[in-house]
């Protein structure tokens, strides 16, 4: 249940209404961004939410329960605001996004209608729709651990706990050229041995992607130039010359915890659990069905 505010409640009571709706975007980054559908810029709650955007919202339909509802937001592209190579380069991927309804005339007078996620985007030459999911939408994602052979930990966070920072794990390097959407090769790598930075990750710190991060899936080195695979395209190519940094990549088995990195300590899976040949085994007197262990 939603408190209004009593000047707000005064002026929604009354014969005619002066309200518009505001949008206020946090990027993972930590830029705030606001946004109006009314005609001019709106500031209110240490924020100022442009006009220049042409925002506007559609209607959204909200249940009892837990169900996880969603809404569309319109948007044209603007120098001030969201441009088309920020959007298509992931910055506003998982960004929060707050929605006001506030009185024009006295943007002091406002209330909070929702909390989102921002979700799928489409983007056109000009313009774009992106979906606004509501929090309840994060019920659907995994949580907790996973009971599985391999390591569930990231390489290098506090449960994994190596440092990644060590001399022989990590580089800085520039591209030297963009083969396609998803791969690149840099002449900087040649020290570090084919496959070392296969499942790492890479970060720019120059060019139109700086301070994007991105998933290795592979690399492969021949006569002194690294070819590295994303995981995923970007839809903006690096360019000649921009800088990034790589981090050793991990698969997550046991013995790579051990030979490559030496902290087998701190490894996060379970690599003796038995399969499933195993528990759906009949018991009888070659099986283990006791309770003693099964690995020595």
Request: with cysteine.
């Amino acid at each position: 249940m939603k408190l209004v505010p009593q000047p707000l409640a005064d002026h929604l009571a009354g014969a005619a209404t002066t309200t518009c709706h505001a949008w206020r975007l946090t990027r993972r980054d930590g830029l705030v961004l606001g946004f109006s559908e009314h005609d001019r810029d709106l500031a209110f709650d240490a924020t100022l939410f442009r006009a220049a955007t042409g925002f506007d919202g559609s209607e959204v339909e909200t249940a009892l329960g837990l169900s996880a509802d969603a809404s569309d937001v319109l948007g044209a592209f603007s120098a001030e605001a969201i441009t088309r190579d920020d959007l298509l380069a992931g910055r506003y991927d998982g960004a929060l996004v707050e929605t006001f309804l506030v009185n024009w005339q006295a943007p002091e007078d406002h209330i909070l209608l929702s909390t989102r996620e921002l979700g799928e985007v489409r983007a056109g030459p000009l313009a774009f729709r992106a979906e606004l999911r509501s929090l309840a939408a994060r019920l659907d994602q995994v949580q907790g651990r996973i009971y599985a052979r391999h390591c569930d930990a990231v390489l290098g966070d506090g449960r994994c706990r190596f440092d990644l920072e060590q001399a022989g794990f990590g580089a800085t390097a520039s591209v030297l050229a963009a083969v396609g959407d998803d791969v690149l090769t840099s002449a900087d790598l040649g020290a570090f041995a084919d496959g070392w930075f296969s499942n790492g990750r890479i970060t720019f710190v120059s060019g139109a992607l700086a301070g994007l991060e991105f998933a290795l899936s592979d690399h492969r080195l021949e006569a002194g130039v690294a070819t590295l695979t994303l995981w995923s395209a970007s839809e903006m190519r690096p360019m000649p010359g921009d800088a990034f940094t790589i981090h050793a990549g991990c698969d997550k088995r046991r013995e790579t915890c051990r030979d490559k990195f030496d902290n087998l300590l701190n490894f996060q899976g379970f690599p003796f659990m038995p399969g499933s040949d195993f528990a759906y085994g009949y018991a009888d007197e070659d099986s283990v069905h006791d309770g003693r262990p099964i690995v020595l």
